[in-house]
C-alpha cells in the first residue's frame, strides 16, 4: 500500500492476474475521494470538460491554418539543386542523362584525409565538439590563414560549422539588420540574395558581363553604395563565373570600402586552391585597412573534395565571430568531430593542399580548356575565360528570345527553358543563367571526367545544330 502525495489516491495497489496471459500485473486504484469545492484539482478537471465539449462540437472539416513566415515566401528555391536532384530522378528511371549542375568534384577525398577520418572513428572522436571547433583545428586553419593568405587570427576568431554555406549564412545573420543593403555582384552564387531576404535585408544587384570579365569595377560599386549599405559580397575565385580578382583590382575595390565606415566584406574564398595560374588569389582581408571589416569565409569542400564531410569556416575579427558563433550554438552547434579530425589531415597537406589538391587543380586545368574549346565551336556562344574554380559561363543569349525554337520541343523565351530543353531533349543536366542573376547565360560545371564532359558537349552540339535548333531573331 503507497500513499501518494497530495492524497489525490488514497490506496492502490499491484497483483498478478492468473487469468491474464503472462501474468500481467495490473493497477487497481481505490475510488479518488471527492475533492472540496473549488480546489485546483476541481477546476483543471472542468477546464478539460469545457475543453472536450468544445472540440466535439468543432466541424471536422475545419482547415488547418498553414500560414508560412513571409519570408519564406521572398525566397526561391537553389535551382542548382533542383536540377542536380531531376537529374538523379531520371537517372534513377533508367534515362541516361548527364549531370553539370551541381558543383561537386568528381575526386575521392584523398587517402590521407580518408585514414584520418577512420582513425577518428576508431579511437572515439564521436562526441560533440566545442560548439566554435576543436581548438585543434581552429589553431591550424590560424595557422593556415597566417601562411597562405597573409592573415591573422587568434583561435576565438575562428567559428568551424557544417559547411561555408553555414558560414556565410551566419555572417550575414551577424552583420545585417533589417531594412540594410547587400551589395552583390552578379553573377552571383545563387544563395547570396536570398541569404539577404532571409536576414530581412535587400539586396542590391551590381551586374557585370562577360566583356568586364565578369569583375565589378570600382565606379559601378561606388555607384551602388548608400547610406543602408552594410555589407559587400565577393567571391573570388568565383562561383559562378570562374573570375578571378586581381590584386589591384581589388585595392581599387578597397579604397572605395575604405569611404564608407559602415561597409564591411564577406569574402568568399571556398575555391581558393582552384586557381590557375598567371592568376593568383588574394584574400581581401589581407589588404591595407581591410582586416577589420572582413569576414572570410572558406572551408574542405571544394578544393579536397570533401562536399560529404560538410565542414567550413568563418574567420573574422571578435566581435563578429562571437556573433556568429551565438547564432550557431542554438542552431546546429558544433560541426561534425569526425570531420574535424580528416580536415586537420587535409591541412597537414601543404600550401595549397599539397600534391593530391594540385593533381585536382591540374585535371581541373585540362578540363576547363578542353569545355572552353568545344563551346567557342558552336556559332553563337561568347565565353569569358575562367581562371578559377570549375565552373564556366557562356553567353548564349543567341539561343533564347524571339523566334528561338527546337523542333520537337517548341519556342525558347529564356536561359530556363533552354536548360529545360536540354535536360528533357539532350539528356544533359546544367543551371540556367537567370539563377545566378545573369539570364544570357548558362552555367556549366566540368567537375566531371574528360569522358563525361566529350559525350555531354557531343550531345549539347547535336541539340543546337541549326537543322533542329532555329536562334534568336537576327542571331542566324
Not at 553573377?187 to 535587400?202: D, G, H, I, K
Not at 568586364?212 to 549599405?229: D, I, Q, V, Y
Not at 570533401?306 to 565542414?311: D, F, V
Amino acid at each position: 500500500m503507497h500513499t501518494l502525495r497530495g492524497n489525490a489516491f488514497s490506496r492502490r495497489s499491484l497483483h498478478s492476474c492468473d487469468t491474464c496471459p503472462g501474468r500481467v500485473n495490473i493497477l487497481h486504484l481505490a475510488p479518488v475521494p471527492k475533492l472540496p469545492a473549488g480546489s485546483n484539482i476541481q477546476k483543471r478537471e472542468g477546464a478539460v470538460k469545457m475543453a472536450a465539449a468544445a472540440a466535439a462540437s468543432t466541424p471536422a472539416s475545419v482547415p488547418v491554418d498553414t500560414t508560412l513566415n513571409p519570408l519564406v515566401a521572398s525566397v526561391k528555391p537553389s535551382k542548382t539543386m533542383a536540377l542536380t536532384d531531376l537529374a538523379t530522378s531520371m537517372k534513377e528511371s533508367g534515362i541516361d542523362v548527364i549531370g553539370l549542375a551541381a558543383g561537386e568534384p568528381d575526386f575521392d577525398t584523398p587517402t590521407a584525409i580518408v585514414e584520418a577520418g577512420v582513425q577518428a572513428l576508431r579511437s572515439g572522436h564521436t562526441r560533440y565538439t566545442p560548439n566554435t571547433g576543436t581548438t585543434a583545428l581552429r589553431k591550424a586553419i590560424c595557422k593556415k590563414l597566417q601562411e597562405d593568405n597573409g592573415l591573422s587570427y587568434s583561435p576565438d576568431e575562428i567559428v568551424v560549422s557544417n559547411g561555408a554555406k553555414q558560414s556565410i549564412w551566419q555572417a550575414v545573420l551577424a552583420t545585417v539588420s533589417p531594412g540594410d543593403e547587400v551589395i552583390i555582384p552578379a553573377p552571383y552564387w545563387v544563395s547570396y540574395t536570398e541569404m539577404a531576404r532571409l536576414a530581412n535585408a535587400t539586396p542590391v544587384v551590381v551586374p557585370t558581363g562577360p566583356e568586364e570579365g565578369f569583375l565589378m569595377s570600382p565606379e559601378k560599386l561606388a555607384a551602388a553604395l548608400t547610406p543602408r549599405s552594410r555589407l559587400l559580397i565577393l567571391c573570388t575565385p568565383s562561383n559562378p563565373t570562374g573570375a578571378v580578382y586581381p590584386k589591384e583590382h581589388l585595392e581599387a575595390l578597397a579604397a572605395v570600402v575604405a569611404a564608407h565606415p559602415r561597409l564591411l566584406v564577406l569574402s568568399d574564398e571556398i575555391y581558393e586552391y582552384i586557381t590557375y595560374a598567371p592568376a593568383q588569389h588574394v584574400s581581401f582581408g589581407a589588404l591595407p585597412g581591410m582586416w577589420e571589416r572582413t569576414l572570410t569565409v572558406n572551408g574542405f569542400s571544394k578544393a579536397y573534395a570533401m562536399t560529404g564531410w560538410r565542414l567550413g569556416y568563418l574567420a573574422a575579427p571578435r566581435h563578429f565571430a562571437r556573433a556568429a558563433a551565438i547564432i550557431q550554438s542554438q542552431s546546429t552547434s558544433g560541426a561534425s568531430s569526425i570531420s574535424q579530425q580528416a580536415a586537420l589531415a587535409a591541412l597537414a597537406l601543404g600550401p595549397g593542399g599539397g600534391q593530391p589538391v594540385q593533381d585536382m587543380v591540374a585535371a581541373f586545368r585540362e578540363r576547363r580548356d578542353y569545355v572552353s574549346s568545344r563551346l567557342r565551336s558552336i556559332p553563337g556562344v561568347n565565353l569569358a575565360e575562367p581562371a578559377g574554380a570549375f565552373y564556366v559561363l557562356p553567353e548564349m543569349s543567341a539561343f533564347f528570345g524571339p523566334g528561338a525554337r527546337a523542333e520537337g520541343f517548341g519556342e525558347v523565351p529564356d536561359s530556363d527553358t533552354f536548360c529545360r530543353y536540354l535536360i528533357e531533349k539532350a539528356h544533359v543536366a546544367v543551371v540556367p543563367g537567370d539563377a545566378f542573376g545573369a539570364d544570357s547565360c548558362i552555367r556549366i560545371s566540368y567537375a566531371a571526367s574528360m569522358e563525361t564532359l566529350g559525350k555531354a558537349l557531343d550531345r549539347i552540339s547535336a541539340a543546337l545544330d541549326p537543322q533542329v535548333y532555329t536562334r534568336r531573331e537576327g542571331c542566324n
